[in-house]
């Protein structure tokens, strides 16, 4: 990259450096080639390759937080918020989310908690894009609210012994390494959650079922269900009793990564728009021509920036280890809604094609709904913020 525009990024956004600028056009690249011909069938198909993923663990794209012994690039939060935000921009977001699971909302329990012998044995997959990661927090009757888990797990001899079912899973139908969330405390000792390794193919361990969706469709999503799945004691991650920490520890990291992936998609829809206004006439001029188009797309325009130079910071605090609980969930809030207004006024000024399927804004804005559910509802992360307003 040249001086000239190195110098013009940092004045837009200083955090930025020259790695994060190389990150960017390299994943933008394998996007464009790799993605973008081809994600039309995985829609269809209901995942997305394997094959790809591991393309990607190739260009060092699936550990870019992780340590250089697997295979990592130890790199920082602004380096997965661009990762982040280019995976948006593909349009793709059932892509998009099949990769920041497995990167940003899966591995990192590992990252965080695993014993070495438990990242020797696992991370290098999962960097490599050979294995792939998912969680399993949810529940068909626990969302958000952890303490209404109902999956257990108790110690018999040198094993633990799961039951219960997990529901909404991403990557779940084809994925390889599962971080189990389960209550292992006393009856009523809500907190007393504890995190496990489970691998495909452990018996007792079952895909219900593959579910359909509104959106994200190459996203393979299952209900899993535990009945008597047991595993090597050795396979507790983290300390016992203490997962629930680990859950709400990685929820903000999560909440950045949706909030950037959200700032990506709201970013490429209000372009894809100005293209089409541009030349779609209607009444003697072009519908840039109304000044009431352009308007909102202007104000819209300007609200996505400011939601990224908040990305950005928050980024930037955490990656200097402040603490960013406020700010996470101000991010997926503010960002979860932001690109639903987004979507709907850009597929609106589409017309009757925004409406048919061949067009990126109608594929946008259906898996764009999601945004402001998962990672945590927008009503629950306003409620997280007014704790915090003291």
């Given at each position: 990259?040249?001086?000239?525009?190195?110098?013009?990024?940092?004045?837009?956004?200083?955090?930025?450096?020259?790695?994060?600028?190389?990150?960017?056009?390299?994943?933008?690249?394998?996007?464009?080639?790799e993605?973008?011909?081809r994600?039309?069938?995985?829609?269809?198909q209901?995942?997305?390759?394997?094959?790809?993923?591991?393309?990607?663990?190739d260009l060092?794209?699936?550990?870019?937080?992780?340590?250089?012994?697997y295979?990592?690039s130890?790199?920082?939060?602004?380096?997965?918020?661009?990762?982040?935000?280019e995976?948006?921009?593909?349009?793709?977001?059932?892509?998009?989310?099949?990769?920041?699971?497995?990167?940003?909302m899966?591995?990192?329990?590992?990252?965080?908690?695993g014993?070495p012998?438990?990242?020797?044995?696992?991370?290098p997959?999962?960097v490599?894009?050979?294995?792939?990661?998912?969680?399993?927090m949810?529940?068909?009757?626990?969302?958000?609210?952890?303490?209404?888990?109902?999956?257990?797990?108790?110690?018999?001899g040198?094993?633990?012994?799961?039951n219960?079912?997990?529901?909404?899973?991403?990557?779940?139908v084809?994925g390889?390494?599962f971080?189990v969330?389960a209550?292992?405390?006393?009856?009523?000792?809500?907190?007393?959650?504890?995190?496990?390794?489970?691998e495909?193919?452990?018996?007792?361990f079952?895909?219900?079922?593959?579910?359909?969706?509104?959106?994200?469709?190459?996203?393979d999503?299952?209900e899993?269900?535990?009945?008597?799945?047991?595993i090597?004691?050795?396979?507790?991650?983290?300390?016992?009793?203490?997962?629930?920490y680990?859950l709400?520890?990685?929820l903000q990291?999560?909440?950045?990564?949706?909030?950037?992936?959200?700032?990506g998609?709201?970013?490429?829809?209000?372009e894809?728009?100005?293209?089409?206004?541009?030349?779609?006439?209607?009444?003697?001029?072009?519908?840039?021509?109304?000044?009431?188009?352009?308007?909102?797309?202007?104000?819209l325009?300007?609200?996505?920036?400011?939601?990224?130079?908040?990305?950005?910071?928050?980024a930037?605090?955490?990656?200097?280890?402040?603490?960013?609980?406020?700010?996470?969930?101000?991010?997926?809030?503010?960002c979860?809604?932001?690109?639903?207004?987004?979507?709907?006024?850009?597929?609106?000024?589409?017309?009757?094609?925004?409406?048919?399927?061949?067009?990126?804004?109608?594929?946008?804005?259906?898996d764009?709904?999601?945004?402001?559910?998962?990672?945590?509802a927008?009503?629950?992360?306003?409620?997280?913020i007014?704790?915090?307003?003291?």
């Open positions: 990259m040249d001086t000239t525009t190195l110098t013009a990024l940092h004045e837009r956004f200083p955090y930025f450096t020259a790695e994060h600028e190389m990150l960017r056009q390299t994943t933008r690249r394998f996007i464009e080639a993605v973008m011909s994600a039309e069938g995985w829609e269809e209901g995942m997305v390759p394997r094959e790809v993923l591991r393309q990607m663990g060092g794209l699936l550990g870019i937080r992780f340590g250089s012994d295979g990592g130890e790199l920082d939060t602004l380096s997965t918020v661009v990762l982040a935000e995976l948006g921009r593909s349009t793709f977001g059932g892509f998009a989310v099949t990769v920041l699971v497995h990167t940003d899966a591995a990192p329990h590992l990252h965080h908690a014993t012998e438990q990242k020797s044995r696992f991370m997959d999962i490599a894009g050979r294995r792939i990661a998912a969680v399993a949810t529940e068909p009757d626990a969302g958000s609210d952890l303490a209404s888990m109902r999956t257990t797990a108790r110690r018999d040198d094993q633990w012994v799961l219960g079912a997990k529901m909404f899973i991403t990557n779940g084809y390889d390494i971080f969330a209550k292992t405390g006393e009856a009523g000792r809500n907190h007393q959650i504890s995190m496990f390794i489970v495909k193919g452990t018996p007792g079952k895909i219900a079922r593959p579910l359909k969706k509104h959106g994200w469709l190459s996203s999503t299952a899993l269900v535990f009945d008597d799945c047991r090597p004691a050795s396979n507790l991650l983290g300390e016992e009793n203490r997962g629930f680990a709400v520890k990685n990291n999560e909440r950045i990564v949706l909030a950037a992936q959200a700032m998609e709201a970013s490429k829809a209000i894809l728009t100005l293209d089409w206004v541009r030349q779609r006439k209607a009444f003697g001029a072009t519908l840039w021509d109304k000044q009431a188009i352009r308007h909102r797309l202007a104000m325009s300007a609200r996505v920036e400011a939601a990224k130079a908040l990305i950005y910071n928050t930037w605090r955490d990656a200097q280890q402040h603490k960013v609980v406020s700010q996470a969930a101000m991010l997926k809030a503010l979860g809604e932001l690109v639903n207004e987004v979507m709907y006024d850009c597929l609106q000024f589409h017309g009757g094609m925004g409406y048919v399927r061949e067009t990126a804004i109608e594929r946008m804005t259906r764009a709904r999601i945004q402001s559910i998962g990672g945590g927008t009503e629950v992360m306003l409620d997280e007014a704790k915090r307003m003291d």
